[in-house]
């Protein structure tokens, strides 16, 4: 499940998901039922050194998640769901919803 900060100024909300090692065209994002949902897969970072045919390759220490994830964010009662909007940097998936006029 990937980290979220969650950030609300006078007019929006904005939600940062620190997705670092996936592309952003493997992201799917979509809302139901005032739910905003996050999926997508992040593969096992390995050195392509380490991954070449037979060679021995052992893994002392592995902290870095890797896999299907997906979180599910409850929206609050005046986000405007049809306004959503998503951009990806830096390893950063950022979802800006408006608030409801």
Same mark, same amino acid.
């Not at 940062?16 to 593969?43: A, C, F, K, Y």
């Not at 893994?59 to 870095?64: A, F, T």
């Not at 979180?71 to 408006?98: H, M, Q, T």
């Given at each position: 499940? $990937? /980290?979220?900060?969650?950030?609300?100024? !006078?007019?929006?909300?904005?939600? =940062?998901?620190?997705?670092?090692?996936?592309? #952003?065209?493997?992201?799917?994002?979509?809302?139901?039922?005032?739910?905003?949902?996050?999926?997508?897969?992040?593969?096992? $970072? /390995?050195?392509?050194?380490?991954?070449? !045919?037979?060679?021995?390759?052992? =893994?002392?220490?592995?902290?870095?998640?890797? #896999?299907?994830?997906?979180?599910?964010?409850?929206?609050?009662?005046?986000?405007?769901?049809?306004?959503?909007?998503?951009?990806?940097?830096?390893?950063?998936?950022?979802?800006?919803?408006?608030?409801?006029?």
């Amino acid at each position: 499940m $990937p /980290a979220i900060n969650v950030y609300e100024d !006078p007019s929006e909300y904005a939600i =940062v998901v620190d997705l670092g090692g996936v592309r #952003g065209e493997e992201i799917q994002l979509h809302t139901e039922s005032g739910m905003l949902q996050l999926s997508g897969q992040r593969p096992a $970072p /390995a050195p392509r050194e380490l991954g070449e !045919p037979g060679r021995d390759v052992r =893994v002392h220490l592995m902290e870095i998640d890797h #896999g299907p994830f997906c979180r599910s964010i409850e929206l609050p009662p005046d986000a405007d769901e049809n306004k959503i909007a998503a951009s990806y940097r830096c390893g950063f998936l950022w979802v800006v919803i408006p608030k409801k006029q």
